[in-house]
């Protein structure tokens, strides 16, 4: 595919025909492994000074240090324009190339995603594989049902000019298009807004005050037989008391956005705290207060061969740890995955399997240096064994893939055992064997051991630090 006929594609398609919304810009960025989900945002709305205050905000993020992508439109000189890392717009041949992964899952689709939504799924996948610290975006029109919109919470929400615009779509009065922009604005993030009418001011505040924060907790809640939900106790910090207009009730809201949640009573013998809040259910979303880990469990065999627990007395003994290596695409999230189980003392990101010495992240990626991307565990295997470990690799990603994993496509993200012991690969070879035994067109290969070249500190532990998931890897039982 050539750049004209990357274009000429993009252009084809008819998006006056489709309808506002998400629904076709979820269903093409979930078949390419969700890369929005990955990346921290700065999403960028309002009727005037969107793209000056983008270019800014990019500008001030790569003078601090972060890998910055920059996603607006239109372009002024080239289409390449309208997606930048670090000031850089992107080439023609990753431009194409990241075309044709996204082309025939968007011509597969019942209802073809319009050319915004294909541009802003292409800019996505290209922000992620580049692994951009932060992402400055910029809305194509309004906010609520912008294709834009799909990227999770931001971390801030910027509102510029808000005025008359695309009044056929967004509303016919400036009030109309404010609740349409605001929508841009998700919880736990923070909101920005240019001086505006305070009409317009007090729209995005009323949609600031659904923050999302966490208030009360299941066990406190109690039936005080008055309709509304009552709790004797608040998560500390949670709730903030103040005298009601009536000057006799007690008023509670919330701490974070100010939002009025109902009234506080004392001494009525309810319960031993004696404390009711009495909260409008209207300013509850009740939700779990954990999900399930995956399940991680030792091999029958090596269960049964655990020497039981004979006596506390006995002196500590030296923890004689072990070093097993996995390459299974982008190394984040086999960190992340394999980090998680019980016995992992360490877990670091990095390089190996080919032939440059102490490669940078950038030559690793220019596919000249033969590395593969991969994570070295170091493990008790007291607490967990190596199979158990190579079991859950092959089990967090997809081992019939060759070269790439989800959208993540080259051969530094190839499925790879590095065995640092003849029992390692004798296990890493039969785990292979079983998975073929069922039917698995099994890529992945066993090596020896070379010398692991740790990656750059940004990133390690890069899931933890970011508060994000993986988006290539997650858990799917195979044996």
Known sequence: MTINEALDYIHAVDWRR????????????????????????????GTNGKGSTCAILASVLRAAGYRTGLYTSPYIFRFNERMQ??????????????TEEVRPLADGMADHPTEFEMVTAIAFSWFASRKCDIVVCEVGMGGELDATNVIPAPEAAVLCNIGLDHTAYLGDTVEKIAATKSGIIKAGCDAVLYPCAPSVREVV??????????????????????????????????????????????????AKCGAHLGHVFTDEGFTAKNT???????????????????????????SAEKPENTSSAEPPKSVQTERAIFAGGCFW???????????????????????????????????KTGHAEAVEVEFDPSKVSYETLARLF????????????????????????????????????????????????????????????????YHQNYYNRKGTQPYCHRYTKRF
């Not at 406190?220 to 008055?226: I, L, M, R, V």
């Open 18 to 45: 489709s309808s506002l919304g998400l629904r076709r810009i979820d269903e093409l960025l979930a078949q390419m492994g969700h890369p929005e989900r990955t990346m921290k945002f700065v999403h960028v709305t």
């Open 85 to 98: 890392i670090d000031g850089a717009p992107i080439s023609d041949a990753e431009l194409c190339a990241v």
């Open 205 to 254: 505040a009323d949609r600031c005050r659904r923050c999302g924060a966490p208030l009360y907790r299941s066990q406190d809640k109690f039936d005080a037989g008055c309709g509304w939900p009552s709790f004797d106790d608040e998560i500390p910090g949670a709730v903030r008391r103040e005298p009601d207009a009536d000057g006799r009730r007690t008023e509670i809201l919330c």
């Open 276 to 302: 009711r809040h009495c909260v409008n259910s209207l300013s509850l979303d009740f939700v779990p207060a954990a999900i399930p880990t995956m399940p991680v469990a030792e091999p029958a065999a090596a």
């Open 333 to 367: 999230g086999v960190e992340y995955m394999l980090g998680k189980v019980d016995g992992v003392k360490s877990i670091r990101s990095g390089y190996i399997g080919g032939h440059t010495e102490n490669p940078t992240y950038e030559q690793v990626c220019s596919h």
């Open 394 to 457: 092959f089990e967090i990603h997809d081992p019939t893939q060759l070269d790439g994993q989800g959208p993540d496509l080259g051969d530094q993200y190839r499925s790879e055992i590095f065995y640092t012991t003849p029992e390692q690969k004798e296990v890493a070879e039969r785990l292979i064997r079983i998975l073929k035994e069922k039917g698995y067109s099994v890529v992945t290969d066993v090596t020896p051991a070379s010398r692991f070249w740790p990656a750059e500190q």
